[in-house]
């Protein structure tokens, strides 16, 4: 398979993580008879400091001629005090709506050897393995009016959906419930909510195309609640912007390091763009220390999702488990005697794994 990867390294960690990400697709490339070409692009501060902006349309152009982008993080202390339109973050949201990336799928899942990691009990946290699918470009945080009346003295915000932008996010729902456990929970507050009521309806009337997959629905602060006390109940959620925004980094919680945790964003031409949760870790930049695996998982989640290479994403998720398991860990992780190493030692041996495997 040939195709065309566009990577956005962006600023601090983002940098180095990319690297080990690039090296793990090499191997892939290599081991499974595929052509990946890669081409690096500026975002961020990185792309502030050269060009003046935080999002160039050279970036913009080559991310909607790939095939699939790959995205580090972006931000740091040296662009903190840049005015609004000049700040690392614009160029991450720039790029989502430019993308029109609408599903935003975080996969959770407790590693066997990092149980202990979360701050919930091994318990609780043991055989949970969640997808959550949340809708990225409506809702509240896009609706309008958004503003300040009454000289400051009331406010308001808009949560506004249309049929077809609900339709297409329940769909992508659906679809990778087929594809695991197929077990669908559609998250809302249907009981207080109109858009709720009809996002509610649209689950329903979606539910006979997709026989294969059981749905139920859970009220938001049902589900938050649910989510840390049996996470282990849920396969796939499904819910709009805000309760996922929300939800994910509740559940984020469960693997113990945000080091661990890759994102799809996916649009309806098929370009997605694959981010690992964290952002990019000053307080470590430049050090080698980075968890690479969130980064690399982010890799394994573009071949399953925009390449349809559900074998060589499985290999990838395989080679960082048998690592673990093996006891290797970055300084983000503790594994009862286990062994500390960096970045670069990490991606290694997840490499090595690879090409063993073959
Ligand atoms: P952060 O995720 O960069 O770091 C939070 C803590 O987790 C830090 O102690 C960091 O060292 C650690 N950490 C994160 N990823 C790690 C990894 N892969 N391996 C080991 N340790 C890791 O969040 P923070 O500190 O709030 O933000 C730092 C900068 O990143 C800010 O400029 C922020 O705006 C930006 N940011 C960017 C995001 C993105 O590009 N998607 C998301 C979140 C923050
Ligand atoms: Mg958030």
Excluded at 20 to 39: M, R
Excluded at 225 to 243: G, H, Q, R, W, Y
């Amino acid at each position: 398979m040939k195709k065309r990867i566009v990577l956005l390294p962006g600023d601090g960690i983002g940098k180095e993580v990319m690297h080990s990400a690039k090296e793990v697709l090499t191997a892939i490339a290599e081991e499974y008879n595929h052509t990946f070409s890669f081409e690096t692009h500026e975002i961020g501060g990185a792309a502030i400091d050269q060009y003046g902006t935080p999002l160039p349309e050279t970036t913009v152009d080559a991310c909607k001629q790939a095939d699939a982008v790959l995205l580090g993080a972006v931000g740091g202390p040296k662009w903190d005090n840049n005015p609004s339109h000049l700040r690392p973050e614009r160029g991450l949201l720039g790029i989502r709506k430019a993308l029109d990336l609408y599903a935003n799928l975080r996969p959770i899942k407790g590693f066997k050897n990092l149980l202990h990691a979360s701050p919930l009990k091994e318990e609780i946290v043991s055989g949970s393995d969640l997808l959550i699918v949340r809708e990225l470009t409506g809702g509240i945080y896009f609706g309008t009016p958004s503003e300040r009346r009454d000289n400051g003295e009331s406010v308001v915000d808009t949560l506004a959906y249309t049929r077809r932008e609900i339709e297409r996010i329940v769909d992508k729902a659906f679809q990778a419930a087929q594809g695991r456990r197929g077990k669908l929970t559609s998250v809302d507050k249907a009981n207080v909510l109109e858009s709720s009521k009809m996002w509610r309806e649209i689950v329903e009337e979606k539910k006979a195309q997709y026989p294969e997959v059981s749905v139920e629905h859970v009220l938001v602060d049902a589900a938050a609640m649910k989510l840390i006390t049996n996470p282990a109940s849920f396969d796939v959620v499904v819910t709009e912007n805000m309760f996922g925004d929300i939800l994910s980094d509740e559940a984020s919680v469960l693997t113990g390091s945000l080091g661990m945790l890759p994102s799809a964003s996916l649009n309806e031409s098929g370009v997605g763009l694959y981010e690992p949760v964290h952002g990019s870790a000053p307080d470590i930049a430049g050090k080698g220390l980075a968890n690479p695996v969130a980064m690399i998982l982010s890799a394994a989640l573009m071949l399953r999702y925009s390449f349809e290479l559900e074998d060589e994403a499985k290999i990838i998720e395989d080679a960082v488990q048998s690592v673990l398991d093996a006891g290797y860990h970055t300084a983000d992780l503790q594994i009862p005697n286990g062994r500390k190493v960096g970045t670069e030692e990490m991606t290694k041996l997840i490499v090595d794994y690879i090409r063993t495997l073959n």
